[in-house]
């Protein structure tokens, strides 16, 4: 028979039951090290997760200023091309009294543009000036544009001389291939008519009881009566 002690689990004192080891409380020392494993895990955890989301919140930037980018690009390539038939109309339109077919009243109309609008899409943009139309009223130009005041003398010699500031909407539809296609304009004849009455004395009482009718639309039949 072998004289050779048994050996003691690991950990357990020599002489030690099993059974009353295992009643034993864990050294603390134990259950501060499973303690910080469990709050590094969670550390962990809360890392990659929001390691995760940083990744997704980078690559959707990344995706945006890509859009972003190409569509600077793209109105870089365009604004060039509206600016210059947007120029280009109007000084066909409200700068052409210097030439010898454009009568030279027209050097006392002024255009002023108070906004610009883009809208439509990029292949095929809609630019829309909303501006204001200022000149003197002429006696064709009070002719043209309201029908109320043949035969009242004293309205029209009135009205001839005044000074007048119409409200006007000029919208460009371009082409895809950056040309313009066509063009719509609108004025507001009929308020700026309506404006004078208080400077008319009697005579503005005229203009509420007259079946004015006013032609709207083209701006260009005023510029091209104003003096």
Known sequence: MSSRKRRSPVGIPAGTRLCDWADKPMDPRSVASRQRGKIYRARQNQYQRQLGKSVGDLRQRLHNLSIQSALQQRLAAYSVVIRQAVMTRLQ???????????????????????????QGSLEAPVIKLLGSLRGQLSHSTVHQLYHCTPGNTALLHALIGREVKCQTTHTLFFAADGSLDHELTEADFFTQLASLAPSLGGLGEMLHELPCIVRSGDPQTATESGE
């Open 92 to 118: 066909d339109t409200f700068e052409g009294m210097s030439t010898s077919t454009t009568s030279k009243r027209l050097g006392r109309v002024r255009f002023h543009i108070d906004s610009f609008q883009v």
